[in-house]
């Protein structure tokens, strides 16, 4: 067994041809469950990603075990190919809208989810208000939703196959929010360059005004800010706060 990836709540190890990602008991039962259940949802809309085997006990932890996929990710990719950012960057806003083409009718809502993370917050009351209302107003989707979609979590094969992983953020719902999202997570990597390039084209391709995106910033914004990462702390309150609300 060879140790991929070791955080502090979970270890990222492959074993043979398979993934094996062992939660540590900061993760209730619920939540690696529902992590593997997306990843079936998900498998079910026909999309390339790796299939989920089994979820058991390893070492007195949770874990959940999907199939292996060699390669590289998109992110080392761009970062070992600058001259071809702009190809990887078509491709990954095509598998982003592969993905929005597709329903999974159980999968949990965005709205619902980001509801919730409004009131998790510690923004005051008025701001958290302000946001609850902007989300209400969102118009209603069912199209499934990546909620992490960055190059990290592509991977390459050697045969240039392109599989998505890591869906315990999988959600249904406006495909704005999920590039609302994307944007974000460029922004919070210091690539702002990149952010604005994936904007552009994705509203492009999709043929909507960047506003029906920048709706959602706010509100995904407040989502990230949950997390606590004080490095995040300045950049997230320019959103929740930089865009008016109607």
Known sequence: MTTIRKRDNKEIYRDGDKLVKVFNETFTKAQVLNEALN????????????????????DGGWAIVREYIEGKSLFELMAENPDKEDEYLEKFVDLQLEIHSKKSPHLNKIKDKMHAKISESSYEATVRYDLHNRLEGMRPHTKVLHGDYCPSNIIVTPSGEYYVIDWAHATQGNASADAARTYLVFNINNQKELAEKYLNLFCKKVDIPKQLVQQWMPIVACSQSVKGVEAEKELLDSWVNVFDFQ
């Open 39 to 58: 990843n079936a949802r998900v498998e079910e809309t026909g999309l390339k990603i790796p299939k989920l085997l089994n979820v058991s006990k390893v």
